[in-house]
């Protein structure tokens, strides 16, 4: 039994909660969480995930920043929800596209991964959730349903089953998310 897993877990759920409740503490166990995961993804060959996690500290830092002081940054006022613009969309797909590939081939050429393509699939989806999280919008839910049914599956299979489950519940929650999000927009809105 690998306890930093269950550490990680208790942590991601936390994490959940607080993204669920759109408080911007997510941010401070969007730092710890992981830091965590950095060393439990690296012991099971996820390289992509040990990678992208280097990434979420990053991301946790400007996602608070961004909530906290708004859109354009020189006004005391949190960043409201909105949905993803659609002028991003091309945009988006490309970067998914460029970098699944590229992620892709560093895990196939320069590691041992033997899910190189499911790890980079999610590694990908996930650098475009969580910029569309730091900029609070809605649409960021869909995106990770897609990568958490996705790495539920691929953690079973390297039998991180604490990380699968938690993983799964992620998939739960993000629908009950994104109907909670929407809802608060609607109210705001009214």
């Not at 909670?180 to 009214?190: G, P």
């Amino acid at each position: 039994m690998d306890y930093l897993e269950i550490i990680g877990t208790i942590v991601g759920l936390v994490y959940l909660w607080l993204e669920y409740k759109a408080n911007i503490w997510l941010w401070i166990a969007g730092i710890v969480m992981p830091a965590i995961y950095i060393v439990v993804y690296y012991r099971a060959g996820l390289y992509a995930d040990f990678g992208i996690n280097i990434y979420y500290l990053i991301i946790a830092a400007y996602g608070w920043f961004v909530w906290k002081f708004g859109r354009n940054n020189t006004k005391q006022q949190e960043l409201p929800m909105s949905y993803f613009p659609k002028r991003f969309l091309i945009g988006s797909i490309v970067i998914f596209t460029l970098l699944f590939i590229g992620i892709a081939q560093i895990l196939i050429h320069f590691t041992d991964s033997d899910v190189a393509w499911l790890d980079s699939f999610t590694t990908a989806l996930s650098i475009i959730g969580m910029w569309m999280l730091a900029r609070k919008y809605l649409e960021q839910w869909l995106v990770w349903i897609v990568v958490d049914v996705v790495c539920c599956g691929l953690y079973i299979y390297k039998e991180l089953y604490f990380t699968s489950f938690l993983y799964g519940f992620y998939a739960v929650i993000a629908i009950f998310g994104y109907i909670k999000w929407k809802k608060m927009m609607n109210d705001a809105i009214e």
